[in-house]
């Protein structure tokens, strides 16, 4: 089910809880939603929908990847800092992002899952990670 964007910064700005096998209907109605905001979304984490559970979504390779409880395990030390808009609000924000992540998560088989992500795509993460964590970008 496609469902609303949230843009009440309360609610985005609480920490997120766990998820776990009960959450994965929240993981299908976040690919829903954000495929229906293709043309100007490439991330998204469940605070973005209301649900304050530790799950993202985000396009890579024309398929849609979804993150349950994802940790950075590691960080490039090698960073860079770029303007990042938000669908949840107005405006970009500078922000600095690491270069390469390392990062373990759940799939949505609940099996436990390590990758390694660089440029865009751990651009992407790191943005959903820190809607997750309740930082407003």
């Known amino acids: 089910?496609?469902?609303?964007?949230?843009?009440?910064?309360?609610?985005?700005?609480?920490?997120?809880?766990?998820?776990?096998?009960?959450?994965?209907?929240?993981?299908?109605?976040?690919?829903?939603?954000?495929?229906?905001?293709?043309?100007?979304?490439?991330?998204m984490a469940a605070n973005m929908i209301g649900v304050l559970k530790r799950i993202i979504v985000f396009q890579e390779n024309n398929r849609y990847v979804v993150m349950l409880n994802p940790v950075v395990k590691w960080a490039s030390p090698k960073t860079y800092t770029i303007k990042e808009n938000c669908l949840c609000h107005e405006g970009a924000k500078d922000v600095t992002r690491h270069e390469e992540i390392d990062v373990e998560f759940l799939d949505l088989r609940m099996r436990k899952c390590r990758v390694k992500y660089s440029g865009f795509t751990a651009e992407i993460i790191q943005h959903e990670l820190d809607h997750l964590d309740g930082i407003l970008i």
Not at 11 to 32: G, I, T, Y
């Open 1 to 43: 089910m496609v469902r609303p964007i949230v843009k009440d910064k309360f609610l985005l700005s609480q920490k997120s809880a766990p998820a776990d096998r009960n959450d994965l209907p929240v993981a299908q109605d976040m690919v829903e939603t954000i495929a229906a905001h293709a043309e100007e979304c490439v991330g």
